[in-house]
């Protein structure tokens, strides 16, 4: 395990308990901790087919894109 690996799940508790818009239920730690792992799994993937700087675009493609799809579906 390299040091970045676990930085997306490590940030979901206190993203959680800090967020405007999150309720602070079971399930949403649950979800949230879910979707860093996931994160840091494609991350980790990424790394292993290409170099890490590569692999950090990626992630940064990656929530960027869900990130627009958010904000259109607020508008």
Do not use: C, W
């Amino acid at each position: 395990m390299t040091a970045s690996e676990g930085r997306f799940a490590n940030v979901a508790t206190p993203t959680v308990l800090g967020g405007d818009n999150i309720p602070a239920h079971d399930l949403t730690f649950d979800i949230a901790e879910g979707i860093g792992n996931l994160l840091d799994a494609f991350q980790a993937y990424v790394t292993q087919v290409r170099d890490a700087e590569q692999a950090n675009d990626a992630v940064t493609e990656l929530l960027t894109a869900f990130l627009k799809e958010a904000e259109k579906r607020s508008s």
